[in-house]
């Protein structure tokens, strides 16, 4: 059986906030998850540039907290197919508690990453949330509606010192 | 000779010094080269400025009624050593002279800056006609050193063979210059048990008093944080940037995650946004202790939609030998191999290089190492950006 090719770009070791303005109109479903527990779910093999990689799949349960685009109701359960990489690489993965933003393809209660190298905006990682606000900022002047809200939206959610440009109330 | 009735010209503002320009016509009006953004001079916008064309336009009267017009790039023209570009960074553009009436002819030159462009749809790359059409595109050759050396003239001829107007354009060709590196990294992806977010200096990894880990995410480098050649000897630590913060922890899948961030300068030294970037394995990987038996991934690529991305350096799985071990200011080298940074392409090793490294993985943690960026200092930059390395 021929081994497929690696799904969409392969980072390698290179990451950055996911491009908002892509991943938007290719989502179904862009929601703030939280994620209650990962499982194993095989592996599968892909071709990157000539070289055969194992990846594993994992398939993690979460709660959607809040739906930025899409029809899954805040408090619903999804699971999350995700790849882990057998070697060192930059894809997007999941951990048991982690809170983040999703950019994901799916229905019914099972989706996956839209893209394997680059779907999360998480929220409780100061490092990796670095360099989301500039991409917020291109996203919220879209000429796309939809690319225009959900970047609006997500901003809000971000820690105040990062994105939404609000201060914590005082007193 | 029979002077038109109406002589529009056009010059861009280092023109005007120029001899052979001042001594054209009594006719001639001169103006200044209204720009904006980093290539603004000290002219101001006019208020009729019009920015909707590729190229504005502005009506200026000069001596004996006669009227001029300054052109100025509003679009952008960008070169990543023959790849395509996007959106955002396109490598052909059109300009557009304005047409004084109907039926004129229109004649394209590039008068300097041959090299770096070119005129597309003719025989000859630096001269074309378009006929009746007063637009023509460009495409990049060669990037421009942080000047805007370009210019083209349009010539726009009667239907009685007179030359109705001429128009003098400028512009430069960006290029990707320069990486330059915002923060490293010595990051845990912790593992379910622990609580979300937390991180820890370790000994050897220390963090400046009172700051948080997110106090690094807006912070710009100080000017001896962006030294082109800054190695990361490890002789107690990877180095830690004295105004950065700095996390400290371990990963459950790889026993470390270093990230390396970077920006990348385009020939001014202006920060891009919206680019593609990709690594390239120079060398094979060469082993520093034995036995070894850790692995290299493919090299990847990356859109990055903001103005920065990381370099995610990570140990090895469990099982393999050394077993990698978590962030503890370690000295024990264990692999390295060459890398290349590119930008401009998704396809590594194709686009504009911008950094040449050594990426040194550690037990404890990795580094990139003998850095060598921008590259080919004396001749590919510009003054802007050698100043923003110290190299003036």
Redesign the interface.
Known sequence: MPVESYPG??????????????LAPASNLVCRARVKG?DADGDVVYT??G?A?TFHRKLASARVERTYSGTVEAGSPIRIEFL???????LT?L?????AVLFLIGSDDRYRLTDF??SKIPL????A???????LT?AASSGDVLVQNVARAIATDL?P??GNGRRPAHG | MRLPRRFVVAFARHAVTRPGYVAASAHTAFASLPQRGRHAPSVPVGPHMNWGHDFAQVPVHGRGGTAARTGGPRSELWYFNGEPGNGAHPTRTTVTTPATRGGTTFRWDVIDGARQVELVGGGSSSSLSTGWRNQVQLRSRQGSSGEDEVRIRATETGVDGHVMASSVYQLGVRTPAAVHRIGETTAQVLGARLSSGAAFPPRGFPVESGMAVSDSDFMLPRADETGAERTEEPTAAPKSLSSLATTHSASSSWGYETRVTYQVLDDKGAVMTGYDVNECWSTGVVNDTRPCDWRRGPAGSFHVAGDRFDDLIGGESPGHIPAPTAPSGGTTRVQHWGQQWYVGSLTPGRGTLVQTNTLQKYRDHGAHESVTSPLGLGSRIGTGLRRFFGLD
């Open positions: 770009n392969y980072p390698g070791t290179i990451t950055s906030a996911p491009d908002v303005v892509r990962i990157v540039r070289q990689l882990e990489p057998d070697v060192s690489a930059a993965t951990r048991e508690g982690e809170d190298g680059s409780d990682d100061p490092a949330l670095a360099s989301i606000r500039p991409v291109v820690p010192e990062l």
